[in-house]
């Protein structure tokens, strides 16, 4: 198939940049979406231009790393994938595609289609841990039954693979759902009693200051969620924070 | 030739890691504080070594390419862990999982090491459960176990068809901790270019950040490379597309031996390649082969008529079709090994018999379970009678509950509905046994440069259980590495910080920006890609899951000139100071182009089949297994470790004798 | 509580919940005392009489609902703006309509909406009832006021146009308030979401009722109405 590509290009995180236009042609129904933007900057190497700059490592959907927002959604037109599983058979066939980097003012763009997700990486240093040292020396695994339904439970909030799609799509650039995963899981299961408190207001604490927008439940999230993670996650991080802050002695 | 010292302890077996612990030097906790370690690659291995000691004190320095430790390519295994806990009471012990494994690796894996990694697995689970891994349970509220291949326990211990990405980010929430403490500096978006050293002791490296551009030199008492394996030197893998041997590479030039190149594990279950686009394979869980029958047409014309569309695979009636997995191996069926599969289906696919467009492909079908569950359901559920369309439907239902993931995936890439119509599946490369040479206590012939994970030869011999990779990933980082990194730090705690402004960084650093500006230069005609696809088809071609004599001698040729024509004529776009993913690709394969004639060189020299290695030179001539893999215990029970000495096609050979006191070497069979 | 709280994206969140709630039970109120006006001129008029009089409705339960009201659309506004900052550079190609509704993207309009409408009838009935109790100290027949308001068909027009803008509001506004309190759950929140409809579409519906009863009625009574 043959396509018209909308392409955001921008130098460096200090550049302005804008959208330019790439034919591609004899694209195959059967390629990935980023196979065909393997094509489009094989094409662009071989004309001496500069290739399109994007981020993608494990082009089976669970590393969170590939990105972009393509024809106004993240992670593109289908359901339930990451970009890197997105395939050309949801296009068709002289198709204008754009394709453009997640935006927030917590993921500035470094170069065209990369953006920086530090702002993540602070928010689980905030608290997205148990503190536990490994000594060897933890009590056995199976001296603490927990019941199937709550570690199913933290197993589905635990899927996230940290895009940042939910940041993307949400039309005030929250990360609740990325959040809200996170606390979830550990206040699902019994190792994450101890520090449950201080973990969900320093986690949302660092969620503020970073810059994100604020939860308008409008579900946008959990719709382009490449992992199905629910709207459940962030009622249950809303509760948990209201009631930490109630009992929060400072 | 030098005899390598594997410094195994002496003593029982079942003693030896509890003395050698209790008797090696360890650092005080206030010298630790004066002690910088660099980790570089934060999957399994590098995450979990970088927050054990930065958890015992040491300052980490922590190099991940990606854009944060949670994306290491450790995150993609699906299957799960072996521990030896011995939960479903079926007589699980150390031993049994330790005999698993040398057996599972042919006889090529060092004794002490693996009976070390099946006296910590429990500790794994135990460390994982304390972290908040959300490993699956039974109604009870247990941790639930399943059965893999190649044992006849159940020791592996899941998180839906997400271990290893659970595993991970339970290494990452650790690291993350220890980040916000300030005792690991996180270098996010770095590459490492090289180790430096200092009189003859690794000391730090060079990296570079991968968003400016800018050459750093960093410095510590010792270097920790995780970085993974380098299945991509077969451009077309189940890794990630930025799974690279660089840093592995970079120490073995500066004098690490690289051990068992040829030890490749090439997995039967994966999507085939649909067209030259193909930029990477996606692997289908093991799991799926407990109750899929593989097979391909008896017949050349129906498979002709298949890559043409006038037929249906479902078309074809039973007695039209070559199940020959059951065919070949009665006992085990489709449930034999993952090397005996992948090249069971080589075999019909160069004979002709592939039924897709390219010709590689099999299949793999559910009919047959499909069936059967569904009888089963309809019994269970009080269906009398039930019609053939009832039977598919409760059947379907029941396959979708077990493989649900996995089929939905396979939909997505395909387009093709895998309960209606079989999988086409071949084998694609997944994970490399051989790596860095190192000791029991993992250092390599580097004094203070260490390898974990993938990245090291160690536990696997000549080829990989299944849910073994993510329990040795753990084992290294959690529980070796910071006892044994202790033992050679002890000697350096009144070093204080090595300086960065010697000689020896200054002309590491030198290197590493001539070598950036070289690539940028050659200013030649075709892309980093094309010399990879290009390497990628040699290696597949004639060092992948068939070798002989002849096809090695051609590759360790074609590879070097392929070389040759890389550093005259490849184009890469931008500059050395800038975000320039090319200029990354493009010292990744430069390395991959060294490192395949190294692995062409070793296979030529293992004149043997063993594992995944499978020479053809070295088959059963007769007998009830004629045409299998034969090993030669008499003169390859052997480590071949090998030193760089200038040019790959030049490494020298050194042999670590393999000795085998608990174990009895044995055919395997699967007749 | 934490002195973060009312900081935090989470507790704000959760104050917006919180007025609104408190909101939506000033609006079933004060329908409940709208529609007394469909059946008795002289009940609306006493009921008008103790609220506006009423010292506990007058010094205590009014300030807390102008608070209500105020909170919540400063908070909304204030959130709104900050939301707008968080993406400085705006998509070229947006398509939000695939995964969100209309309502739940556009509370803001919704809710200005409302606003504009509230000061009009602040200005039609409450200034006045202000004045009357206590500047001028006249009686004020409430019911009259209602019917001459109404029968106005430009303020009836407003008036309908309003209650479809609360319509709206509430759509999403009612379920949401229970998702951001923290209220979710496998069994309850389908009933939640049935219930959200109920009321989005029964309260306005109300206030529609008794405003398109006054208009008739205004019609009927004059010349031209031919009935």
């Not at chain 2, 011995?86 to 042919?106: A, E, P």
């Not at chain 3, 998509?91 to 509704?101: C, G, I, R």
């Amino acid at each position: 198939m043959n396509l018209t590509l909308k392409v955001w290009r921008q130098k460096d995180a200090k550049s302005k940049g804008k959208l330019e236009s790439y034919p591609v042609s004899g694209i195959s129904e059967h390629a990935s979406f980023l196979e065909m933007m393997d094509v489009l900057n094989e094409q662009l190497i071989n004309e001496g231009k500069e290739p399109v700059a994007f981020d993608h490592d494990c082009r089976e959907g669970i590393c969170g790393m590939c990105s972009l927002y393509i024809n106004g959604e993240a992670h593109g037109p289908d359901r339930g994938v990451t970009t890197c599983q997105l395939h050309m058979r949801m296009f068709k066939d002289g198709d204008t595609i754009y394709i453009e980097p997640f935006r927030s003012k917590a993921f500035p763009v470094l170069k065209d289609l990369i953006v920086d997700r530090g702002s993540f990486e602070r928010i689980q240093q905030a608290g997205g841990f148990i503190s536990v040292n490994t000594s060897g020396n933890t009590q056995d695994a199976n001296s603490l039954p927990i019941a199937k339904p709550m570690a199913d439970k933290a197993m589905d909030a635990a899927t996230c693979i940290g895009c940042g799609a939910c940041v993307a799509t949400c039309k005030n650039s929250s990360a609740m759902l990325f959040v809200a995963a996170k606390v979830s899981q550990y206040s699902y299961l019994p190792q994450g009693q101890v520090e449950r408190k201080e973990r969900v207001l320093n986690m949302v604490d660092q969620m503020d200051k970073e810059g994100f927008g604020n939860c308008t439940n409008t579900g946008a999230c959990e719709v382009e969620c490449p992992k199905g993670i629910s709207l459940e996650f962030i009622a249950r991080m809303n509760k948990e924070y209201s009631s930490a802050s109630v009992k929060a002695e400072n | 030739m030098t005899k390598l010292d594997s410094k195994i302890p002496e003593g029982p077996i079942k003693d030896k890691w509890t003395n050698h612990k209790n008797h090696i030097n360890v650092v005080n906790p206030a010298n630790k504080r004066h002690i910088d370690v660099i980790v570089v690659g934060t999957g399994l291995a590098g995450g979990s070594a970088a927050a054990s000691l930065a958890e015992m004190g040491y300052n980490v320095k922590a190099f991940a390419y990606q854009d944060s430790p949670r994306r290491a390519h450790s995150i993609a295994a699906q299957g799960g862990i072996n521990a030896a806990k011995n939960y479903q009471n079926d007589g699980d012990s150390t031993y049994r999982l330790f005999y698993d494994t040398v057996k599972g690796g042919d006889y090529r894996s060092r004794e002490g090491n693996v009976y070390r990694l099946a006296e910590v697995s429990g500790n794994i689970i135990d460390q994982c459960v304390a972290q908040g891994v959300p490993f699956a349970r039974e109604y009870g509220g247990l941790l639930d176990n399943r059965s893999f291949g190649g044992v006849l326990v159940s020791r592996t211990f899941y998180a839906k068809g997400q271990t290893g990405q659970q595993l991970l980010l339970g290494a990452y929430s650790a690291m993350s901790r220890q980040i916000g403490k300030g005792k690991i500096t996180m270098y996010n978006r770095h590459e490492m270019m090289d180790i430096v050293k200092v009189d003859g002791k690794a000391r730090g490296i060079i990296a570079r950040n991968l968003i400016t551009g800018e050459i750093e030199k960093h410095s510590a008492h010792a270097v920790v490379i995780a970085s993974g394996g380098y299945g991509n030197v077969f451009f077309l893998s189940t890794n990630a597309m930025g799974s690279n041997a660089s840093a592995a590479w970079k120490i073995h030039k500066k004098g690490a031996y690289f051990a068992n190149p040829c030890y490749t594990q090439i997995h039967p279950t994966c999507v085939p390649r649909s067209g030259d686009f193909q930029s990477k394979l996606t692997l289908m869980s093991e799991s799926l082969r407990n109750d899929g029958r593989i097979w391909v047409p008896k017949n050349m014309d129906d498979v002709m008529a298949i890559r043409e569309g006038k037929k249906k695979p479902t078309d074809l009636s039973e007695d039209e079709r070559d199940y020959y997995l059951e065919r070949r191996y009665p006992a085990f069926g489709n449930l034999v090994p993952r090397d005996v599969a992948s090249r069971a289906a080589k075999e019909r696919c160069d004979a002709g018999y592939g039924v897709n467009a390219t010709g590689e492909a099999v299949y793999l079908d559910f009919k047959s379970a499909i069936n059967r569950y569904g009888k089963e359901k309809a019994l269970v559920t009080g269906v009398n009678n039930p019609t053939e369309a009832q039977i598919i439907e409760l059947g379907e239902k029941v396959v979708e509950e077990k493989y649900g993931n996995l089929f939905q995936m396979y939909e997505k890439i395909v387009d093709q509905n895998p309960y209606k119509t079989p999988m086409m599946i071949y084998p694609a490369v997944h994970y490399t046994m051989g790596g860095i040479w190192c000791d029991y206590n993992l250092m390599t012939t580097i004094p203070g440069c260490y390898a974990a994970g993938e990245a090291n030869f160690s536990d696997h011999g000549a080829n990989r259980l299944g849910a073994s990779a993510l329990m040795q990933g753990l084992a290294d980082g959690y529980f070796v590495l910071p006892y044994t990194i202790g033992d050679y730090l002890a000697d350096d705690i009144r070093t204080g910080a090595i300086p960065t402004d010697s000689k020896e960084f200054n002309d590491a650093a030198k290197e590493v920006t001539d070598r950036l500006e070289k690539l940028i230069n050659i200013k030649g005609s075709k892309s980093v890609d094309y010399f990879h696809k290009k390497l990628g088809a040699i290696m597949w071609d004639k060092v992948g899951m068939a070798r002989n004599a002849t096809g090695l001698t051609e590759a360790m040729a074609e590879i070097k000139q392929i070389r040759e024509e890389f550093w005259s004529d490849v184009r890469v776009p931008g500059n050395a100071n800038e975000l320039n993913p090319e200029l990354e690709k493009a010292g990744r394969v430069a390395d991959f182009l060294e490192l395949g004639e190294l692995f062409a060189k070793d296979a030529l020299n293992r004149n043997e089949s063993c594992g995944g290695h499978f020479r053809e030179e070295s088959v059963e001539l007769d007998g009830e297994q004629k045409g299998e893999a034969k090993r030669n215990d008499k003169d390859f029970a052997y480590v071949a470790a090998w030193e760089y000495k200038g040019e790959p096609g030049e490494a020298v050979l050194h042999k670590e004798e393999l000795t085998f006191n608990d174990i009895e070497l044995k055919q395997r069979s699967y007749k | 509580m934490s002195k973060g709280f009312s900081k935090s994206s989470v507790g704000r969140k959760v104050l917006m919940a919180l007025s609104g709630f408190f909101l939506m039970f000033f609006l079933v109120q004060h329908l409940a005392i709208n529609l007394i006006s469909v059946f008795s001129a002289d009940s609306f008029n006493a009921a008008s009489e103790f609220m506006g009089t009423n010292p506990l409705v007058q010094f205590a339960l009014q300030p807390v609902l102008f608070f209500g009201i105020i909170f919540h659309l400063a908070m909304g506004i204030y959130l709104e703006l900050k939301n707008r900052a968080a993406r400085p550079i705006k998509y070229a190609m947006n398509k939000p309509s695939e995964n969100a509704s209309w309502v739940s993207r556009n509370m803001v309009i919704t809710g200005i909406m409302i606003l504009l409408f509230v000061g009009l009838h602040m200005v039609h009935f409450f200034f006045p009832t202000i004045n009357a109790h206590y500047i001028t100290h006249e009686h004020l027949d409430a019911y009259e006021m209602v019917a001459n308001k109404m029968a106005n068909p430009v303020y009836f027009g407003i008036y309908i146009l309003a209650f479809i803008f609360l319509a709206l509001h509430l759509l999403h506004g009612f379920q949401s308030a229970f998702q951001s309190v923290g209220f979710n759950h496998n069994k309850y929140t389908p009933i939640i979401k049935k219930l959200s409809y109920l009321y989005a579409i029964a309260v306005p519906l109300g206030y529609a009722i008794v405003a398109v009863y006054h208009f008739t009625n205004a019609c009927c009574s004059s010349a031209s109405c031919s009935l």
